[in-house]
């Protein structure tokens, strides 16, 4: 990731913006710290993209109507050695 200062960002936007769409993000530094990213639209939507929630992805998952032995161990402690 490319990074700017502020001033540079503002006086070389169309470039900052041509950089964003063809490379990835950049990042943008105000007074000495990483403040914000400039990203494409494709980018974007893809981090905006609704994702299901937990009981939906299992739902959906290969092992749906599987038969899964699954049983926790119910004991409060182990033996280790150290």
Do not use: C, H
């Amino acid at each position: 990731m490319t990074s700017w200062q502020l001033q540079d960002a503002k006086s070389r936007l169309s470039e900052v913006i041509k950089l964003a769409i063809q490379e990835g993000p950049q990042e943008v530094i105000v007074r000495g710290k990483p403040s914000v990213v400039i990203i494409s639209i494709e980018e974007y939507g893809v981090m905006k993209k609704k994702r299901p929630d937990f009981v939906s992805l299992m739902q959906n998952s290969a092992l749906m109507g599987e038969d899964l032995d699954v049983q926790r161990d119910k004991s409060l402690t182990r033996d280790i050695s150290l």
